[in-house]
């Protein structure tokens, strides 16, 4: 599997060494963090890989008189190493737990799997934060868009020669109340996850440890209980070896009052960031909260079918537009609502 491209649930599938229910937990976790189920991933025989990233080409092709010549040209390229760190999400279960589950007609493994998804699922909104805010979000993790947003705009633009800006701010203002909707293109010289030491995420087996300390354990009085034991574990890392692989529209206010240029987001908006991209790299899935997409629907034109001869709606229409799932200004790409990214203050990049 070393350098296939697959999304998590895909490796978990493919990796024998896999206990046959880590398909259905990672299924869990993909349901709630679809940064997981729409990124691809790459698996990787180490935890690190070093990337050759071409930032500009050679500038001295040109027309030429006869017998004479140009001088030689040569690409700047650049190499950035990413990471796979240890995401780990362990588990414990009382075994009275499990026998007060066996006389009630359920048995352990189910008991044992809904406490795992619980668990996991909340493990994962944490690693889809990571997915978007990187070292910010958790300094032993790796990095994320907005690590790669700052990297991005220190490079520079082969084409213009000036600083890469693939960012539009709409304006919102108001602490607690601005929002990011991320743009990338996923993909081998795109974003995508990095699965270290040659497999994905591994639900390893439950085993039985008497004698353990409660979770309720205090010194000097420590209390000790038999418990049942296992973790979801996997080297993780992200990569993004194109500088062009990331854009985002900043500061968004997805309440009623925001206006153009006050937290308005809209897909003229939208329209500004695709024009902001290469020709022959646009993005390729966008993501967005819940709320951010509610308003944007708002700010799409309606269109509906209305009777022929007083105008008005027909029954059952109703003078809204539906849900955004597309942007249409963007190439159609796929928009996807996340848990994962959050609300917070303004943000205001050099």
Known sequence: MVNQYLTVKDIAALNRLNDPGSVGLVDNIVNVAPELDMVVGRVIPGIGYEATILTAIGSNGGFRKI???RPFSAPSIDEKRFNAFPWDCPFSVDEATLIKGEGQGDPAPYTLETFASAAARQKALYL????YQGTLADPLGHVGLQDFLYMQRTAVDSRTGLKIDQVIDAGGTTAGHCETMWFIQAGPQGVHWLFGNGKGIVMNPWVRLPGMPAPDNTVPNPSYSTQWRSNVFGYIGLSMAQYHAVGAIINIDTR????????L???SLIAQLFAKWPITLKPNIAFATQNCGQALQSQRTVTNFVNNSDRSWTGGAAPIANFATRLPTMGDIPLAVT???QVGNQIILN
């Open 67 to 69: 017998n004479s010549g």
């Open 128 to 131: 889809g934060r990571q997915f």
């Open 256 to 263: 009623s009052t925001a206006t153009l240029g006050n937290g």
């Open 265 to 267: 987001i809209n897909d």
């Open 339 to 341: 848990d994962s990214i």
